[in-house]
Protein backbone atom coordinates (compact mmCIF):
# COMPACT_ATOMS: atom_id res chain seq x y z
CA UNK A 1 0.00 0.00 0.00
CA UNK A 2 1.35 3.20 -1.11
CA UNK A 3 -0.10 6.53 0.15
CA UNK A 4 1.41 10.19 0.28
CA UNK A 5 0.34 13.92 0.86
CA UNK A 6 1.08 16.60 -1.70
CA UNK A 7 0.26 20.14 -3.66
CA UNK A 8 -0.05 20.49 -6.87
CA UNK A 9 2.38 22.66 -8.36
CA UNK A 10 2.48 22.96 -12.57
CA UNK A 11 2.20 21.39 -15.75
CA UNK A 12 4.33 20.56 -18.05
CA UNK A 13 5.51 18.26 -21.22
CA UNK A 14 7.66 15.25 -20.83
CA UNK A 15 9.33 13.48 -23.79
CA UNK A 16 10.21 9.88 -23.22
CA UNK A 17 12.82 8.05 -24.19
CA UNK A 18 10.81 6.08 -27.34
CA UNK A 19 9.95 10.31 -28.48
CA UNK A 20 6.58 10.37 -26.85
CA UNK A 21 5.26 13.59 -25.47
CA UNK A 22 3.23 13.87 -22.27
CA UNK A 23 1.42 16.01 -21.03
CA UNK A 24 2.29 16.01 -17.08
CA UNK A 25 1.33 17.02 -13.81
CA UNK A 26 4.01 18.50 -10.78
CA UNK A 27 2.80 17.24 -7.65
CA UNK A 28 4.94 18.09 -4.47
CA UNK A 29 5.62 16.29 -1.40
CA UNK A 30 7.01 17.25 1.92
CA UNK A 31 7.39 15.67 4.78
CA UNK A 32 5.24 12.91 5.57
CA UNK A 33 4.94 9.85 8.52
CA UNK A 34 2.83 7.62 9.88
CA UNK A 35 0.90 9.33 13.10
CA UNK A 36 -1.85 6.79 13.93
CA UNK A 37 -2.37 2.60 12.91
CA UNK A 38 -6.03 2.09 13.88
CA UNK A 39 -6.89 -1.26 14.15
CA UNK A 40 -10.23 -3.07 13.99
CA UNK A 41 -10.20 -3.69 18.18
CA UNK A 42 -9.88 0.26 18.87
CA UNK A 43 -11.12 1.81 16.08
CA UNK A 44 -13.44 -0.44 14.49
CA UNK A 45 -11.62 -0.58 11.30
CA UNK A 46 -7.74 -0.82 9.77
CA UNK A 47 -6.73 2.23 8.43
CA UNK A 48 -2.93 3.82 8.66
CA UNK A 49 -3.21 7.76 9.47
CA UNK A 50 -0.51 10.17 7.81
CA UNK A 51 0.01 13.34 8.20
CA UNK A 52 1.70 15.88 5.70
CA UNK A 53 2.88 19.47 4.90
CA UNK A 54 4.50 21.12 7.83
CA UNK A 55 2.90 24.40 8.68
CA UNK A 56 4.08 27.06 11.34
CA UNK A 57 3.18 26.07 14.86
CA UNK A 58 1.40 29.28 15.87
CA UNK A 59 -0.93 28.22 12.91
CA UNK A 60 -1.78 24.97 13.81
CA UNK A 61 -3.74 24.01 17.31
CA UNK A 62 -1.87 22.20 19.98
CA UNK A 63 -3.85 18.62 19.86
CA UNK A 64 -2.59 18.40 16.32
CA UNK A 65 1.16 18.97 17.55
CA UNK A 66 -0.04 16.72 20.13
CA UNK A 67 -1.34 14.01 17.85
CA UNK A 68 2.04 14.24 15.37
CA UNK A 69 4.51 14.28 18.14
CA UNK A 70 5.56 17.77 18.32
CA UNK A 71 5.37 18.09 14.28
CA UNK A 72 2.93 20.80 12.84
CA UNK A 73 1.63 18.77 9.91
CA UNK A 74 -1.29 20.97 8.58
CA UNK A 75 -3.03 17.67 7.18
CA UNK A 76 -3.66 14.40 7.66
CA UNK A 77 -4.91 12.01 5.49
CA UNK A 78 -5.95 8.10 6.24
CA UNK A 79 -5.74 4.94 3.80
CA UNK A 80 -7.13 1.40 3.69
CA UNK A 81 -5.66 -1.61 2.14
CA UNK A 82 -8.22 -3.03 -0.53
CA UNK A 83 -8.90 -6.21 1.73
CA UNK A 84 -9.30 -4.02 5.17
CA UNK A 85 -5.75 -5.65 6.55
CA UNK A 86 -3.30 -3.89 7.81
CA UNK A 87 0.44 -3.83 5.92
CA UNK A 88 3.28 -5.62 8.07
CA UNK A 89 5.54 -3.16 8.83
CA UNK A 90 4.54 0.12 9.25
CA UNK A 91 4.76 1.48 12.95
CA UNK A 92 3.85 5.47 14.35
CA UNK A 93 6.40 7.80 13.45
CA UNK A 94 7.77 6.17 9.91
CA UNK A 95 8.79 8.20 7.64
CA UNK A 96 7.20 8.41 3.89
CA UNK A 97 8.87 9.82 0.92
CA UNK A 98 8.58 10.44 -2.65
CA UNK A 99 10.94 7.45 -3.23
CA UNK A 100 8.05 4.74 -2.81
CA UNK A 101 6.97 5.58 -6.16
CA UNK A 102 8.63 4.47 -9.26
CA UNK A 103 8.88 5.44 -12.91
CA UNK A 104 6.47 3.15 -14.85
CA UNK A 105 3.85 2.90 -11.85
CA UNK A 106 -0.20 3.35 -12.50
CA UNK A 107 -1.41 5.51 -9.44
CA UNK A 108 -4.19 7.39 -8.52
CA UNK A 109 -4.77 10.78 -7.47
CA UNK A 110 -7.28 12.18 -5.64
CA UNK A 111 -8.25 16.50 -5.32
CA UNK A 112 -10.95 18.97 -5.29
CA UNK A 113 -11.23 20.58 -8.14
CA UNK A 114 -11.27 24.05 -8.80
CA UNK A 115 -14.76 25.48 -7.89
CA UNK A 116 -16.53 27.33 -10.93
CA UNK A 117 -19.54 29.02 -9.20
CA UNK A 118 -23.14 29.27 -10.45
CA UNK A 119 -23.32 28.52 -13.59
CA UNK A 120 -26.04 27.50 -16.48
CA UNK A 121 -26.43 24.19 -18.12
CA UNK A 122 -24.83 24.27 -21.29
CA UNK A 123 -21.58 24.44 -19.15
CA UNK A 124 -22.51 22.68 -16.23
CA UNK A 125 -24.36 19.64 -18.26
CA UNK A 126 -23.14 20.00 -22.00
CA UNK A 127 -26.26 20.74 -23.03
CA UNK A 128 -27.15 22.37 -26.67
CA UNK A 129 -28.93 24.72 -25.97
CA UNK A 130 -32.12 26.33 -28.25
CA UNK A 131 -32.34 26.80 -31.87
CA UNK A 132 -31.14 29.99 -33.26
CA UNK A 133 -33.67 30.07 -36.24
CA UNK A 134 -37.28 30.71 -36.90
CA UNK A 135 -38.23 33.49 -34.75
CA UNK A 136 -36.63 32.12 -31.86
CA UNK A 137 -34.96 35.02 -29.38
CA UNK A 138 -32.80 34.77 -26.17
CA UNK A 139 -33.22 31.26 -26.05
CA UNK A 140 -29.46 29.97 -27.23
CA UNK A 141 -28.57 29.12 -23.55
CA UNK A 142 -31.78 28.04 -21.98
CA UNK A 143 -32.32 24.12 -20.60
CA UNK A 144 -35.62 24.24 -22.33
CA UNK A 145 -38.76 22.41 -20.53
CA UNK A 146 -38.25 21.26 -17.53
CA UNK A 147 -41.86 19.46 -16.63
CA UNK A 148 -45.21 19.94 -17.95
CA UNK A 149 -48.42 18.71 -17.47
CA UNK A 150 -49.03 15.00 -18.00
CA UNK A 151 -45.15 14.38 -19.07
CA UNK A 152 -42.74 11.39 -17.51
CA UNK A 153 -43.30 12.98 -13.94
CA UNK A 154 -47.16 13.65 -14.06
CA UNK A 155 -46.84 17.38 -14.42
CA UNK A 156 -44.30 18.25 -12.08
CA UNK A 157 -40.24 18.87 -12.34
CA UNK A 158 -38.55 14.52 -11.56
CA UNK A 159 -35.71 14.18 -8.96
CA UNK A 160 -32.16 14.76 -10.45
CA UNK A 161 -34.03 17.23 -12.99
CA UNK A 162 -30.02 18.65 -14.48
CA UNK A 163 -30.61 22.43 -14.09
CA UNK A 164 -28.13 25.21 -13.34
CA UNK A 165 -26.88 25.20 -10.22
CA UNK A 166 -23.16 25.39 -8.35
CA UNK A 167 -20.32 23.64 -10.24
CA UNK A 168 -17.12 22.43 -8.95
CA UNK A 169 -15.66 22.24 -5.53
CA UNK A 170 -16.24 18.65 -5.78
CA UNK A 171 -13.63 15.80 -4.62
CA UNK A 172 -12.57 14.32 -8.05
CA UNK A 173 -10.03 11.07 -8.33
CA UNK A 174 -8.07 10.11 -11.41
CA UNK A 175 -7.32 6.41 -11.72
CA UNK A 176 -4.88 4.61 -13.84
CA UNK A 177 -2.09 7.84 -14.29
CA UNK A 178 1.32 6.73 -14.92
CA UNK A 179 4.41 7.70 -13.10
CA UNK A 180 6.64 9.56 -15.48
CA UNK A 181 9.74 10.86 -13.26
CA UNK A 182 10.64 10.88 -9.40
CA UNK A 183 12.99 13.52 -7.79
CA UNK A 184 13.25 12.33 -4.11
CA UNK A 185 16.08 15.20 -3.90
CA UNK A 186 13.18 17.93 -3.96
CA UNK A 187 10.23 15.37 -3.45
CA UNK A 188 8.58 15.85 -6.61
CA UNK A 189 6.08 13.30 -8.50
CA UNK A 190 5.49 13.92 -12.41
CA UNK A 191 2.43 11.81 -13.29
CA UNK A 192 0.56 11.94 -17.09
CA UNK A 193 -2.37 13.92 -17.17
CA UNK A 194 -4.40 16.49 -15.47
CA UNK A 195 -4.95 16.21 -12.10
CA UNK A 196 -7.93 17.85 -10.17
CA UNK A 197 -7.78 21.49 -8.36
CA UNK A 198 -5.51 24.41 -9.00
CA UNK A 199 -1.92 25.15 -8.09
CA UNK A 200 -1.63 24.56 -4.46
CA UNK A 201 -4.60 22.07 -3.79
CA UNK A 202 -3.57 19.08 -2.05
CA UNK A 203 -3.57 15.29 -3.69
CA UNK A 204 -3.74 12.51 -2.33
CA UNK A 205 -2.12 9.75 -4.19
CA UNK A 206 -2.32 6.53 -3.75
CA UNK A 207 -0.08 3.71 -5.53
Known sequence: MKFILGTKEN????FTEDGRAYAAT????GLARVTQVKTLEKEGYNAIQIGCIEGKEKHINNAQIG???????KYFAETRQYDGSLPEG?????SIE???FVVGEK?????ISKGKGFQGVIKRHGF???PRSHGQKHCERSPGSIGGSGGRAGGRVAK???MAGRMGSDRVTVRNLAILQVHPETGEIVVAGAVPGHRGTVVEIRG
Open 107 to 111: VQVSA
Open 128 to 130: HGG
Open 67 to 73: HAKGTAF
Open 160 to 162: GMR
Open 98 to 100: ASI
Open 11 to 14: MLTV
Open 26 to 29: VIKT
Open 90 to 94: VEVGM
